[in-house]
């Protein structure tokens, strides 16, 4: 019996995805469509008679006619037109029964595709509970094809539609006659085919959207999610980095016990352990993080944070869907701009990717506490104020007003300013499936561990080469770094950053640094002599009373005005890669964040000096 080649496509919040779940389970796979960023999710699954399924869950989209480019994709795979994509044998379009008036209008446009269409009619139970009483085979009459009910968040929930298609396919549907208005014959439809007893649920929705959405209610419960959110993201996921961050230690010292020293143990230990150590320790920011964005979007609050915020987030020319990613992006810029998924308008969406590493993320943490503690006085302001917290805030609130105004200045070309204009959904409010919640997080450890991972072990084994060779000659004084390929990297770097007040040990700190920033502080007591196998808590407190013999207060704050923009850790350069799978993105966001450091600490430096 040959494969069945389904497409899954319906409206966004029709359940599609919680169907796709139920089918395939964990027979998925995950990529991105040939020259293009969107998400291509795929599965394979067996019905009852033996019949093969290869099911593929397209995005979701409101019509037809395109305005995105999930849109555009759905389109062309649908109709058999999408480069390098088979032509799908049926259609199985997903509406949600309790919202039938938005999602119909999309199932009438299925018509004109001119291939085999099932009906979904998902979250019937939903419908039910509410005293929504739906005629299915005078629907199915009415819409001219197959029409089954389903519940993709139970176990059972898909036997209907499992049936059907142990079956033959259904006919073409015919297309509607020109001059259709889809609108009335929606309004049509669920005048003879459904009826409303009890909406109970719509005022229970009401009255929560009323404190959910309420101008000052709503953004104070906002405020609250959200520090729970940036708690779990920096603290509670700490315990977990230690963790693997130690077990990855551990890993690096049983295998350099097994190997003899030499140029093997340190590439292996020192390269590719590290390197790869130095990824998974960001997994359990990415899994909190990816938890908590999947928790908000199922439960249908998502869309109602970012209407809260789509004022304030409209001074820089964006919308309110923008504020999640840039709030994660605090943690880490790599989750912040894989959370841009949830963005559909595209030119929203690559500006966010390229302002998101202006957050402070927690790696920029250790340099920042490094150089507040051993340069900036230890006082009060006011009585009250630390004056070393106050430097410290002044610099996220930097990070914070440059990202605004780099927004504002990409759409200052901008012809079509509708384009920011936040347009979207408000979903029924519902429970969290755990099921899709834990294949959801499978689907971004995995794309993380090995979209990111290797790209980002790759170049760490190319950091590791440039600091290790060549070896120091026998008997030569100072450290080994000052003898490799880095150290003379650096003093080849110090005309051009000497204008900055940066000696060229700081030149070499930047080299390691790009695989990221903390390690900086690991590299500058390296430099120092301090040893490379210094604790890092420890090479931070000898620093602290070193640095201030060795640079001016000026240079500090230079190099504090450099990390406030520094160009970013090869993670976030490889992310960028990879969700937007151009390279002149990449040398884009490299190269105004390396404009605007430079300029910051060039100005920070000889303001500095004159005063």
């Known amino acids: 019996m040959t494969t069945l080649n389904i497409a899954l496509v319906g409206n966004p919040n029709c359940g599609k995805t919680a169907l796709f779940n139920l089918l395939t389970g964990s027979r998925q796979k995950v990529a991105n469509y040939a020259g293009a960023t969107v998400e291509r999710k795929e599965g394979w699954f067996t019905t009852a008679g033996g019949r093969r399924v290869r099911l593929l869950d397209l995005p979701g989209a409101y019509s037809l006619n395109a305005t995105s480019p999930d849109e555009a994709v759905t389109r062309d795979v649908c109709a058999g037109t999408y480069r390098g994509e088979t032509a799908p044998d049926l259609l199985v379009c997903v509406a949600d029964a309790t919202n039938l008036r938005l999602h119909l209008r999309f199932v009438l446009e299925m018509r004109a595709i001119g291939r085999p269409v099932l009906l979904a009619l998902n979250m019937i139970d939903a419908a039910r509970r509410n ?130 020293p030499g140029v093997i143990r340190s590439l292996i230990v020192d390269g590719i352990i590290a390197g790869a150590g130095s990824v998974v320790t960001f997994l359990p920011q990415i899994l909190i993080l990816f938890l908590w964005i999947l928790v908000l979007e199922e439960s249908g609050y998502l869309p109602r944070a970012a209407f809260l915020l789509d004022r304030f987030m409209s001074v820089a020319g964006l919308s309110g869907r923008s504020f999640i990613p840039l709030l994660s992006s605090f943690a880490c810029a790599v989750p912040g701009i894989m959370a841009t998924r949830t963005i559909q308008n595209p030119r929203d969406r690559l500006i966010t990717i390229l302002i998101a590493p202006l957050m402070t993320c927690s790696a920029r943490l250790p340099v920042y506490t490094l150089l507040i503690g051993a340069f900036i006085p230890h006082r009060s302001i006011a009585g009250f104020l630390n004056l070393q917290g106050l430097v410290l805030f002044v610099l996220y609130a930097i990070g914070i007003g440059s990202a605004l105004l780099v927004a504002r200045v990409l759409r200052w070309r901008d012809t079509d300013r509708q384009e920011a204009t936040l347009l979207m959904e408000l979903p029924a409010y519902r429970l969290p499936n755990p099921r899709d919640l834990a294949l959801g997080l499978w689907e971004r450890a995995r794309i993380f561990l090995v979209r990111v991972g290797t790209t980002i072990v790759s170049l760490t084994v190319l950091l590791w080469g440039l600091s290790s060779f060549p070896p120091p000659p026998a008997g030569a004084p100072g450290p080994a770094i000052d003898w490799s390929l880095a150290g003379r990297i650096g003093h080849l770097m110090l005309p051009v950053f000497a204008p900055l007040g940066f000696n060229w040990q700081i030149c070499v700190a930047l080299i390691p640094g790009l695989a990221a920033r903390e390690v900086a502080v690991g590299a500058l007591a390296t430099v120092y002599s301090l040893g490379s196998g210094t604790d890092t808590d420890q090479a931070a407190s000898q620093l602290g009373q070193m640095l201030p013999t060795h640079w001016s207060l000026a240079t500090a704050l230079s190099l504090l005005a450099w990390y406030v923009y520094a160009p970013q850790c090869v993670a976030t350069l490889a992310v960028i890669r990879r969700e937007t799978l151009s390279w002149s993105v990449v040398g884009l966001a490299a190269g105004y964040l390396f404009a605007l450091a430079y300029a910051a600490a060039f100005l920070t430096y000889h303001i500095a000096l004159m005063f």
Do not use: K
């Open 131 to 260: 005293g929504m009483e739906i005629d299915l085979p005078r629907l199915q009459a009415e819409l001219g094809m197959p029409v089954v009910a389903t519940v993709g968040v139970r176990r059972n929930g898909a036997c209907d539609l499992l049936a059907e298609l142990d079956g033959p396919l259904p006919p073409v549907p015919a297309p509607l006659p020109p001059g259709t208005d889809l609108h009335a014959m929606v309004r049509g439809i669920l005048a003879d085919c459904v009826t409303h007893a009890s909406p109970l649920s719509d005022r229970i929705e009401e009255r929560l959207d009323r404190w959910v959405l309420h101008p000052v209610w709503g953004p104070l419960l906002l405020v609250v999610l959200l520090f729970f959110m940036f708690q779990a993201v920096f603290a509670w996921a700490q315990p977990l980095m230690d963790g693997i961050d130690a077990g990855m230690g551990m890993l690096g010292q049983a295998v350099g016990q097994m190997l003899p």
